[in-house]
RNA sequence: GGGGAGAUAGUCAAGUGGCCAACGACGGCAGACUGUAAAUCUGCUCCCUAUGGGUUCAGAGGUUCGACUCCUCUUCUCCCCA
């Protein structure tokens, strides 16, 4: 049991610091049946989570389900800072107003994957406010300047010469306090998280709380692009709220390369289960589009439902193996004959008249299935299906 | 506080008086090809009913027939010194 439970937990995982300390926390929980915390940050600087978010997620879970009692931490103050981590500019900083409005879609997202009866949702704000400027100062002396800026990011950003704003040197500070008054036994986050996450344990030291939290980090997850990792600034992101035929066609298209890690990290199969599935496909026995196809089914699923998930498979097939024209498609109208190029912008599927035009020189425009060739066509009264490249569709009525 | 360097399209980055809507790279879009939206190859990539017109190179002025390129001021950034 114990050591199935450590199994578990270390799967998919970067690197742990401490591991003796959860071993420590396990066997009091299934020998006194003692709980144990585990802390993991949350920026609410967008409202939506990710699938790169529920990596955590999952990890969490799993903690639950082995006497962890989760805390779900909203950096309410800190989203007010910006965290540097990953970014090469300094972030935008958030109002109240924007924080509070975030924070409820992200939750009810979260508990998709968490139990709510294990999970304790605190905000830094509450005692960060507080803190004041004495506190503050006190807490930055506990850093020196020169491991500041031993940092990964903030070193590349001062030799590349761009800004780095002093208060985003706090950000670090500020989340590794949260651990102090939490009294946190584990936090979780992601290996770019790492300087912040030692920073609990240095500062959980250096307040004399008598214990030091153990660090699980999870690997970044790669975005569809299998470069950068996954966020919704860069915009390779498969959002955990988005339509099923979306979420499906997203997961179907990274690289055959990449599924591995989707199915390391989002996969509840087991580890065996994931390589005798990757020995198939070595030996040709599996063709690795059906072991994508099983993967998007699973992701999709457990964010929507199997019955959708199940149609979201065949509405991919339908329009792109068999090429054939989607379900919904958005509908618009207009009054009187319109313009070819006018038309695909009013429809959302042009950014402009002049990408338009250079898209039907292409033959990459089609009007009811048969390319346009004349780039000053007048639609005239009638029904259309206007079609941009593959995928982008619209249905037009000119009255 | 003093001295120096810099700000160019989604990003990086050329261009130092006309040949510039601005090289190149990445990204993005389209086409071919495929098992998909992968890989590869090709084309395109500020806006506009367009063999033409309009607005751009941090911002505001100025010099000039003509400025992204020269001058002045402003804003922002980086470096060195205090």
Not at 8 to 19: K, L, P
Not at 132 to 156: I, P
Not at 181 to 210: C, H, P, V, W
Not at 215 to 220: E, F, G, R, S, W
Request: some cysteine; proline content about 3%.
């Amino acid at each position: 049991m114990m050591n199935e439970a450590l199994r578990e937990i270390n799967r998919g995982t970067a690197e742990i610091i401490d591991s003796e300390r959860i071993e420590k926390l396990l066997k009091a929980y299934f020998e006194e049946g003692k709980n144990y915390t585990v802390k993991a940050g949350f920026d609410p600087t967008a409202p939506d989570l990710h699938l790169g978010h529920t990596v955590l997620l999952q990890k969490l879970a799993i903690f639950q389900k082995y006497g962890g009692r989760v805390q779900f931490l909203i950096g309410s103050f800190t989203a007010m800072i910006g965290d540097p981590t990953g970014k090469n500019a300094t972030r935008k900083v958030l109002t109240k107003e924007d924080i509070v409005k975030n924070i409820e879609s992200y939750t009810t997202q979260a508990f998709k994957i968490l139990d709510k009866e294990k999970t304790d949702i605190v905000y830094n704000n509450e005692w960060l406010d507080d803190l004041g400027a004495a506190g503050m100062l006190q807490l930055a002396s506990n850093l020196t300047v020169a491991r500041m800026l031993e940092r990964d990011d903030f070193s590349k950003r001062y030799a590349s010469q761009t800004p780095i704003a002093v208060s985003e040197f706090m950000y670090p500070l500020l989340q590794g306090y949260d651990s102090v008054y939490l009294k946190s036994d584990i936090e979780i986050g992601g290996t770019d998280q790492k300087f912040n996450l030692l920073m609990g344990r240095q500062l959980q030291k250096a307040y004399e709380i008598k214990k030091q939290q153990a660090v699980l980090m999870m690997p970044i997850l790669e975005g569809l692009d299998g470069v950068n990792k996954m966020s919704k600034s860069l915009g390779n992101y498969i959002g955990v709220t988005d339509a099923p035929n979306d979420m499906f066609g997203k997961v179907l298209s990274v690289s055959d390369e990449l599924m591995w890690r989707f199915y390391e990290l989002l996969s509840a199969k087991t580890l065996d289960e994931i390589a005798s599935l990757k020995a198939g496909v070595e030996d040709g026995s599996l063709h690795p589009k059906k072991v994508k196809e099983a993967l998007a089914i699973e992701i999709t699923a457990r964010f929507h439902s199997d019955e959708e998930a199940k149609n979201a498979k065949e509405e991919f097939d339908k329009v792109h193996t068999k090429s054939q024209i989607p379900t919904d498609i958005d509908e618009f109208s207009c009054e009187g004959d319109i313009w070819i190029a006018k038309a695909l912008l009013d429809c959302n599927i042009e950014p402009s008249t002049s990408q338009a035009r250079r898209d039907i020189k292409q033959g990459g425009v089609k009007i009811n299935q048969e390319k346009v060739t004349d780039d000053k066509l007048q639609l005239t009264t009638g029904e259309y299906l206007l079609q941009v490249g593959k995928r982008k569709f619209a249905k037009l009525k000119v009255n």
